[in-house]
T-cell receptor, first 113, second 115 residues
Framework: ETGVTQTPRHLVMGMTNKKSLKCEQH?????MYWYKQSAKKPLELMFV???????ENNSVPSRFSPECPNSSHLFLHLHTLQPEDSALYLC????????????FGQGTRLTVV | DQQVKQNSPSLSVQEGRISILNCDYT??????FLWYKKYPAEGPTFLIS?????DKNEDGRFTVFLNKSAKHLSLHIVPSQPGDSAVYFC??????????????FGQGTILTVHP
């Protein structure tokens, strides 16, 4: 059982839909992250939260809106996405900032039609 | 500009032999490096890491070597097993400043270990 759980595992949405991705970590970590993996590209960091505060927004378009209500939960709200936003979205958590590895969830495979 | 590069998209190795996966980086601020393994339909799993104060870290069959002057690291798997077949990602982090655990990833190398 993974310590980081993402739902849903797969999502197909139209360009006018609004949907949310959910991430929950059971590891007692303080930092949570959203990463995006597009086909044949490296994982790209999108957002970083530390102790519920957003510490980094990696120039992500406003159609992606993160929310971190507490240290254990992280959401990614999606609105008016484009087909090129289709990708694997991965949530991760870590204990903190220095010399700690990130633990990843299984990802949500998003397809925008 | 890609700061972490894995120039070999794939590697094929016979079971029992050594697998060597390579990674190069350009940002001299990186001081912590990690290797992740990813199976299809799963998230990346942490494998092994190394701090820039070391040049080698070993964990069972896995050893990571860091050459700071060349900005190069490698992952050695010996002996390789068919279950090691996966995509391997190199990642780097600059632990100073305000970057909370921000990881920069390479493109990944697909390792196939043949029985």
């Amino acid at each position: 059982e993974t310590g980081v759980t993402q739902t849903p595992r797969h999502l197909v949405m139209g360009m006018t839909n609004k949907k949310s991705l959910k991430c929950e970590q059971h590891l007692g970590h303080n930092a949570m992250y959203w990463y995006k993996q597009s086909a044949k590209k490296p994982l790209e960091l999108m957002f970083v939260y530390n102790f519920k505060e957003q510490t980094e927004n990696n120039s992500v378009p406003s159609r992606f809106s993160p929310e971190c209500p507490n240290s254990s939960h992280l959401f990614l709200h999606l609105h008016t996405l484009q087909p090129e936003d289709s990708a694997l979205y991965l949530c991760a958590s870590s204990r903190g900032r220095q010399n700690t590895e990130a633990f990843f969830g299984q990802g949500t495979r998003l397809t925008v039609v | 500009d890609q700061q972490v590069k894995q120039n070999s998209p794939s590697l094929s190795v016979q079971e029992g032999r050594i697998s060597i996966l390579n990674c190069d980086y350009t940002n001299s601020m990186f001081d912590y490096f990690l290797w992740y393994k990813k199976y299809p339909a799963e998230g990346p799993t942490f494998l092994i890491s190394i701090s820039s104060i070391k040049d080698k870290n070993e964990d069972g069959r896995f050893t990571v070597f860091l050459n700071k002057s060349a900005k190069h690291l490698s992952l050695h798997i010996v002996p390789s097993q068919p279950g090691d077949s996966a995509v391997y990602f190199c990642a780097a982090s600059a632990t100073g400043g305000t970057s909370y655990g921000k990881l920069t990833f390479g493109q990944g190398t697909i390792l196939t270990v043949h029985p």
